[in-house]
Each structure stands twice: as C-alpha cells, then as structure tokens.
C-alpha cells in the first residue's frame, strides 16, 4: 500500500496494562508525527521524529508515554500503566520533508479504548 | 486558548446546496494553512494548501480561501454531495517551531438528501 499504515485499528485494553501501537510511514519519508484524538477536541501532538535527529518529544502528557522510530521507518508508541483518560484515537503521519511545503499524510488511527 | 478556532461546529446542509465553513487563527507567524477532510473512523485527508501569500486554492468542489491580513480562512463546498458528510479541519503550521501544527476542532457537516 502506498499510504500510512497503523495497527491495530481497534485495541481495547484495561485499566493498568501496557499497550503498543504501530505506524509504518510512506516509504521514503523522512519525517513521522504521532498525535492523540479525543472526541471534540482538535488533534494534540505527541511526538515527531525527523531522519536521523533526536526526536521532539515535547508533547508526550506523561512519564508513561513513549515512542520509537527503528532504522528511520517503522515507529511504535508505547502507554505503560494506561489509564481510562488514555483513551482516545491515536494517529500517525508522515511527511517527505519539511512542513513549510511539503504535504502531511495520515494513517486511520488507532482507537484505544482503556476499560 | 486555542489558536485555531472554527464554525460553525456542525451544520446540515441538502445534497446539491452550496455551505462555506469559517476558520480564525492566532498563529502568528505561520508559513501555511491546510484544509483537510475527515471521515467517520478514518484520518485527515487533505484538501487544500495555501501559503501565507495565497489567497485561494481550488481542489475540485472544494475552494479555500485566505486572508493572511485577518488571519480568516474559508473552505467553500459547492453543489454538496452525500460523501461530503465529514469533519473539515483547518491546520496552520507554524513559521517557527520545529514543524508544529495547530489543529482546529473542526466543522462536522452533515449532508442530507
């Protein structure tokens, strides 16, 4: 496929356990964001990762949020000890390069869902 | 305070009418705005991209417009058709800052036939 990739589409999870999820970028692209989606609220960077650089991490809401790029593609967005404010829609992007003229392009999320 | 604010927040509209949806932004200085498209359980799509010296942008059905001096944009929707029930979201991506984005929370319109 040629568009942004992420798994699972639906995770339901309780109170206290660790989830991951996972985004695989459009090939080649350099640049990978991660934001959260809760209902009626606009998106909430998370993080964003660019080549080789250290990420920007400044969006993270917590200690128990993480994430990594492997090898400058595949990345993974780890919430230890989850919690029920934890559950929303959690969306992927990447970008050839920089946004000042280069498109965005999202995957379909992931729905967590903290019982 | 949000730095990008949108309405209405929801409106139908009859299939064949023509809607304009409203964005207002602070973000101060940005070096473009993006419309994009969301469906029901899906991710953004976009739509339109303007930089801060583009008035308008036309994809399709679908024309933005800008007015950098106000910091106003709109997306206009012409003769609607019923997969153009969605969230429209207005992006404005900050001249400085590392690439950071400031979402509206959307205009939800519904199309009825």
């Known amino acids: 496929g040629a568009g942004v990739s992420q798994s699972p589409s639906n995770k339901v999870t309780e109170k206290g356990k660790d989830v991951e999820l996972r985004c695989d970028p459009i090939?080649?692209?350099?640049?990978l964001y991660w934001y959260r989606q809760s209902l009626g609220q606009g998106l909430e960077f998370l993080i964003y990762f660019q080549g080789n650089s250290a990420p920007d991490k400044s969006g993270l809401p917590s200690d128990r949020f993480s994430a990594e790029r492997t090898g400058g593609s595949v990345s993974t967005l780890t919430i230890q000890r989850t919690q029920q404010e934890d559950s929303a829609v959690y969306l992927c992007a990447s970008s050839p390069g920089s946004l000042y003229n280069s498109p965005l392009h999202f995957g379909n999320g992931t729905r967590l869902t903290v019982t | 305070k949000n730095q990008v604010e949108q309405s209405p927040q929801s409106l139908i509209i009859l299939e064949g009418k023509n809607c304009t949806l409203q964005?207002?932004?602070?973000?101060?200085?940005?070096?473009?705005l993006r419309w994009y498209k969301q469906d029901t359980g899906r991710g953004p799509v976009s739509l339109t991209i303007m930089t801060f010296s583009e008035n308008t942008k036309s994809n399709g059905r679908y024309t933005a417009t800008l007015d950098a001096d106000t910091k106003q944009s709109s997306l206009h929707i012409t003769a609607s058709q019923l997969s153009d029930s969605a969230s429209y979201i207005c992006v404005v991506t900050f001249f400085y800052g590392n690439n950071r984005l400031a979402f509206g929370k959307g205009n939800q319109v519904v199309v009825i036939p």
């Open positions: 090939s080649g692209h350099t640049a």
């Open positions: 964005c207002n932004y602070t973000v101060s200085p940005f070096s473009n």
